[in-house]
């Protein structure tokens, strides 16, 4: 199952720590208005549909769109678009646990929202959807302005709309998108043990023992919802946390891959060529350059790490 920041996009964002905003033609139409099932490894969309009509797949299950509409995607949720040719709204692309975080000391409930797949149908005269496109429209502001504390200011917009979002969920019967199975209740617990282990190496026959099945029907419940194995998921949170590592700490490689639980570096590099196609330093090298381009700086004057 394809994983991207954004449809499409391999390299990591200079915006990895907070969020990106677009407009669905933008990404749309040069897919001819299909967006092909894929997921975001830490990444919330919130989708806000003001014309147009079309079908999003959710974790499995197709639902229709109609405007206006709010689609709520939470991080790893497995989703694709067919839009009709005349779709039109805005597109937020959030890193969800600065969210969470924000959420958990604002309004605690509010993490379900940023958890739960939603489809979210709304009349437009709604006092609760009025608020809904002046916020979006002031976090595009934000995302374009590249001021001091724009980050800061945008994941606080972020947070008020989805505060819009709960308050139209509870007044609102949304799409039941969000019912856990026992297959996805059985893959959450998974994502939580690799989590807690991703660093200690186990294999994938530890992880199905400590969940009282075999290596087997975990890696087939794996495909089934998330369309990769057991052993990619475990590999991809590997990748994940040594990604943040690279951008956002100052250790050289060698600390970085024994962080990580690799006793050796040159292994380490091969094993995250083999994912990302990069070298962990080229890697570290291209995200630090388009987070400086973001910012102003000069990408030019920043100092190699090792």
């Known amino acids: 199952m394809p994983n991207y920041a954004l449809y499409g996009d391999q390299a990591q964002p200079g915006w990895y720590d907070s969020y990106d905003f677009e407009w669905i033609p933008q990404r749309s139409r040069p897919y001819n208005w299909q967006i092909q099932p894929h997921t975001h490894d830490g990444?919330?969309?919130i989708l806000y549909m003001q014309k147009g009509r079309g079908e999003v797949l959710l974790n499995n299950t197709k639902w229709q769109m109609v405007a206006p509409c709010l689609v709520v995607v939470p991080a790893r949720t497995v989703h694709g678009f067919h839009y009709s040719a005349d779709t039109d709204g805005p597109v937020i692309?959030?890193?969800q646990k600065p969210l969470?975080?924000?959420a958990g000391m604002l309004m605690p409930e509010l993490i379900q929202t940023i958890r739960s797949p939603a489809v979210i149908p709304h009349a437009e005269s709604s006092r609760y959807a009025d608020g809904l496109l002046p916020l979006f429209l002031a976090a595009e502001r934000e995302f374009h302005t590249h001021a001091q504390g724009h980050s800061a200011a945008g994941m606080s917009l972020l947070t008020a709309l989805l505060v819009q979002i709960s308050r139209l969920s509870s007044v609102l019967e949304p799409a039941p998108v969000a019912a856990q199975s026992r297959k996805a209740a059985?893959?959450?617990r998974f994502r939580t043990l690799v989590d807690q282990k991703f660093r200690s190496h186990q294999p994938v026959s530890d992880y199905a023992s400590a969940m009282g099945m075999t290596p087997g029907q975990l890696s087939r419940i794996c495909r089934e919802l998330l369309g990769v194995s057991a052993l990619d998921v475990i590999n991809a949170r590997l990748i994940h946390?040594?990604?943040r590592?690279?951008?956002y700490t100052p250790n050289?490689?060698?600390?970085?891959?024994a962080s990580l639980g690799f006793n050796d570096e040159a292994y380490?590099?091969?094993f995250f060529r083999k994912h990302t196609n990069m070298s962990p330093r080229a890697f570290r090298q291209q995200v630090l350059q388009q987070m400086r381009r973001q910012d102003g700086g000069d990408p030019e004057g920043e100092d190699e790490l090792n």
């Open 43 to 45: 990444f919330l969309q």
């Open 100 to 102: 969470e975080s924000l």
């Open 252 to 257: 050289s490689v060698k600390q970085l891959a």
């Open 268 to 270: 380490f590099g091969r």
């Open 241 to 243: 946390e040594a990604q």
């Open 186 to 188: 059985q893959v959450e």
């Open 245 to 247: 590592d690279l951008v």
């Open 93 to 95: 692309t959030a890193a």
